[in-house]
């Protein structure tokens, strides 16, 4: 089977599709949709796949409607759109930079939003509203200064990497002196944030995260071509017509929002950016920044990884933090060894 097909439109248009690419955006979305019926079911009451597809067309008992619509579809929805978040914000960060390793996990965005979530906690005793907002204020003040840092008429993907670098440790010494000021009671709390958890997620999470993935996702995938042709160079994307700072702000201010918003619902969420956008590449086999891949992607990932934790520990024992943490971790000493050896770094 070929893997891209050209397809005229009756306007006369030429249209290419890429077949592996869309096939696995499929079995992505349908990986991802079995992994959230299963997570739905999956709890100190267990309620098997077919019920919680009867109750979520309306046709459970009441005690089943409770738990699937109010306790558990919240906790879901969340880990899809954070999962969804991540994974396209760590696929537009990787292809501005250039670099497989420029995720916010590496840049310092994560670690920025930590810190305005711990600045809220230990200094304003904040609720949890209050910490969410900071959380995102965080995240763009450090994405801010990650960009003004790296300037230089441009910003080098090399560049951006190792200014992130630098940000990343200065702003995790921070959070580490947050922790040392708070009280045992601020400083516990601070700690279980930090983990990254979908415990306790509640529809006051999905609204204003859907919302933001409405705007946001359209308005990258749109600017997905002028990314593509960055990848090229500067100057040939130039020649072909690309306003290439415009462009590059844009989708670095959209990367950034998505990151800061799915840190700020579910805490820092570890790896989940940066091995999403190259398990997507290895599994389309197509060049570009394969971003609506990247985002069924990182979805797939965490939901899938908060049904094992569940599964294996049982609900509400490991949060889903942890276990991207330990196999995102895993992933990157294998991504840094691979690209040593093909002589990048």
Same mark, same amino acid.
């Given at each position: ?44 009451? #267990?309620? !098997?796949?077919? /019920? @919680? %597809?009867?109750?979520?067309? +309306? ?7 409770? &738990? $699937? ?30 670099? #497989?390793? !420029?995720?916010? /996990? @590496? %840049?310092?965005?994560?670690? +920025? ?7 809220? &906690? $230990? ?42 670098? +630098? ?179």
């Amino acid at each position: 089977m070929k893997s891209n097909r050209a397809i005229r439109t009756p306007g006369g248009l030429s249209v290419r599709l890429d077949v592996r690419a869309l096939t696995a955006v499929v079995l992505l979305v349908l990986a991802a949709l079995t992994a959230s019926v299963l997570l739905i079911g999956t709890g100190d009451f #267990p309620i !098997g796949a077919g /019920d @919680v %597809l009867r109750t979520l067309a +309306g046709q459970g008992d009441a005690g089943q409607e409770f &738990i $699937v619509n109010e306790l558990r579809l919240p906790r879901v929805l969340v880990g899809l759109l954070v999962g969804a978040s991540l994974g396209l914000g760590g696929a537009l960060f990787q292809a501005i930079s250039r670099n #497989p390793l !420029g995720s916010p /996990d @590496v %840049l310092g965005l994560s670690q +920025g939003a930590t810190a305005g979530a711990l600045t809220m &906690i $230990v200094l304003f005793s904040a609720s949890s509203e209050q910490i969410t907002l900071g959380a995102l204020v965080g995240g763009l003040v450090t994405g801010a200064a990650i960009y003004l840092l790296a300037w230089k008429r441009g910003v080098h993907g090399y560049r951006l990497v190792l200014v992130g670098i +630098g940000v990343s440790a200065i702003v995790t010494a921070v959070n580490g002196y947050l922790l040392t000021k708070s009280d045992i009671i601020d400083a516990a709390q601070a700690v279980v944030w930090m983990t990254g958890s979908l415990d306790g997620r509640d529809w006051n999470q999905v609204w204003p995260l859907l919302a933001l993935c409405a705007v946001l996702v359209p308005l990258v995938l749109a600017n997905s071509r002028g990314l593509k042709m960055m990848e090229m160079g500067d100057d040939v994307s130039y020649a072909l017509g690309v306003r290439v700072e415009r462009v590059r702000m844009l989708l670095m201010v959209s990367a950034v929002l998505l990151t800061a918003s799915a840190t700020a619902a579910a805490g820092p969420v570890s790896f989940v950016a940066l091995t999403a956008p190259q398990l997507a590449r290895r599994l389309t086999r197509s060049p570009g920044p394969n971003l609506l891949a990247s985002l069924c992607m990182g979805a797939t990932l965490l939901v899938t990884a908060d049904f094992v934790s569940q599964r294996v520990f049982g609900a509400g024992q490991l949060p889903v933090g942890v276990v991207t943490g330990v196999l995102g971790g895993a992933y990157l000493l294998w991504l840094l060894v691979a690209e040593r050896r093909a002589g990048r770094i």
